[in-house]
């Protein structure tokens, strides 16, 4: 028996577990998108899979409900596939672990991948059904959202008769978002001369930390563990002329980096006889502890469990950056910004320009080292996001490092005359004898894109409640997802007035 067997609704569930088994992590998508070309061709269904591997399904209108406007319903195929360090599934071949605690849906030591399975799942449980009633669909599930939403970019949607879309990859349950950011990835490499050198071993590990969506909880200005490092690293080369080893921290750029390992070389200082004394062991024990106890104070409400070990390995020789480089890396990691940089000033509470220092990695070829940073930035104002792009490649200039953007998105403005929005409104009305909640959210969504492709979209974007996203602490709630699959049912079962 599967996990999710007798969990209501039923369909939607076993579609969700179907697709968990597959591997579907940004960039790994071809079983996932053939599984949905072999579903639609299995039902005949008209389906059409271009060469980013995105999928379009299209299925007519039911019996009396020719006349009525086509709905696209979009998700995205793929995840955020992070795990826990002593998980031993490869996120790249194997599926995951599903479990159920009281109402919530979990994945054992990964990510749930409810963002945004949960939207395929939906769209894959209406098309199955044979008593649905609806006008005619046309979904559209794209791959690599969550890396830039590089399938919403490069997808040809103008063969598409709807203009009426229906977003289902947001995470509160009556909140109908109707509007977002834009964004843009930035990447920089940072190189430093590398030596053989004869040390101590010193391991720092930052973790502890909650991490999340960059976009859904930037504004809790949570810890990012390789902004912290950054700190660490430019505190400690001011007094110490250590080396940089390795460091690896983050698992994506649009998820707050939640852990961060680095290894470290010192060569310890000797007296006037050659005997080898600890003065700089201790001094760097001190030094972190004290670095430890302000930072813990720093973030004891926001990240209560954030912890800093250090370990001191035995005199080895290896590979590292040079005291000089390692200190022009600490600078550069030291002056990036992170985090909020600015609220709105038309909606309350509403961040409008942040970025996110999501992934860092080091590689040591030959005699450089580079260091490997990639940042989310994102904003409801296209001058804004340009101008603190435009900082990012003047702080990397001054550094020597190089820098591109990617996966540029616009945002999605909202719409005063919405007749998707209206009807949405009132159905939810009708249902629950309360109106939903109507906002703009930070996060980044593909609503924008299609607007841009399709003109006279109206979009409207909806989901069930899900919690840690992009994290292994992902939960999805079961009763949510029943009543937004009840209301969707409904929805498309109301004509137009």
Not at 255 to 267: D, M
Not at 324 to 345: E, H, Y
Request: with cysteine; glycine share 10%.
């Amino acid at each position: 028996m599967s996990t999710l067997s007798n969990v209501e609704p039923r369909k939607v569930f076993a579609f969700f577990e179907r697709i968990s088994q597959i591997p579907r992590g940004s960039g790994n998508v071809d079983g996932i998108s053939n599984y949905l070309v072999e579903f639609a061709n299995e039902r005949g269904l008209e389906v059409y899979q271009d060469e980013l591997k995105n999928v379009i399904i299209i299925k007519e209108a039911t019996p009396g409900y020719e006349d009525q406007e086509p709905i696209i319903l979009q998700g995205h195929m793929d995840m955020v596939a992070v795990k826990t360090p002593e998980c031993p599934l490869d996120l790249k071949k194997d599926g995951l672990i599903l479990r159920v605690e009281d109402d919530l849906i979990s994945a054992a030591g990964t990510s749930l991948g409810g963002d945004d399975g949960i939207a395929v799942a939906y769209a894959l449980a209406i098309l199955d059904s044979n008593v649905i009633k609806h006008p005619r669909l046309e979904v559209v599930i794209t791959v690599d959202e969550e890396v830039g939403m590089d399938g919403a970019r490069g997808i040809d949607i103008s063969f598409l008769q709807g203009r009426r879309l229906i977003n289902l990859d947001s995470e509160e349950e009556g909140i109908f978002t109707v509007g977002c950011a834009g964004g843009a990835r930035v990447d920089f490499e940072v190189s430093g001369a590398t030596e053989r050198v004869k040390g101590t071993a010193i391991t720092i590990k930052i973790a502890g930390l909650q991490g999340g969506h960059s976009g859904v909880e930037i504004h809790k200005e949570r810890g990012n563990s390789n902004q912290i490092f950054g700190r660490i690293l430019e505190e400690l080369t001011r007094v110490y002329p250590v080396r940089l080893a390795n460091v690896k921290g983050g698992e994506a750029d649009n998820a707050i980096a939640r852990e961060t390992t680095a290894k470290l070389y010192f060569v310890e200082e000797q007296n006037h006889v050659g005997d080898r004394i600890s003065y700089r062991r201790e001094g760097i024990h001190d030094l972190l502890s004290d670095i430890k106890k302000s930072i813990s104070e720093e973030l004891a409400t926001r990240d209560p469990d954030f912890s800093l070990t250090w370990e001191f390995g035995k005199v080895e020789e290896g590979a590292a950056i040079v005291p000089a480089d390692t200190r022009k890396i600490a600078l550069f990691l030291c002056s990036l910004p992170n985090g909020v940089q600015a609220m709105s000033q038309d909606i309350e509470g509403l961040v409008e320009t942040s970025l996110n220092f999501g992934v860092m990695k080091q590689k040591n070829i030959l005699k450089a080292g580079y260091l490997l940073l990639s940042f989310s930035v994102r904003s409801s104002v296209e001058s804004a996001k340009n101008a603190l792009i435009r900082r990012l490649f003047a702080i990397g200039k001054l550094a020597g490092a190089k820098y591109r953007m990617r996966g540029d998105y616009p945002g999605w403005k909202y719409l005063v005359k919405s007749p998707l929005r209206d009807k949405m409104i009132r159905v939810y009305r009708e249902m629950y004898e309360a109106d939903p909640e109507i906002v703009a959210i930070h996060a980044g969504l593909e609503c924008g894109l299609f607007m841009d492709k399709l003109e006279g979209l109206d979009c409207v974007s909806i989901g069930p409640n899900m919690q840690n996203i992009h994290t292994t602490e992902e939960t999805l709630s079961i009763s949510s997802v029943q009543r937004v699959w009840d209301y969707l049912i409904q929805l498309l079962a109301t004509k137009d007035e």
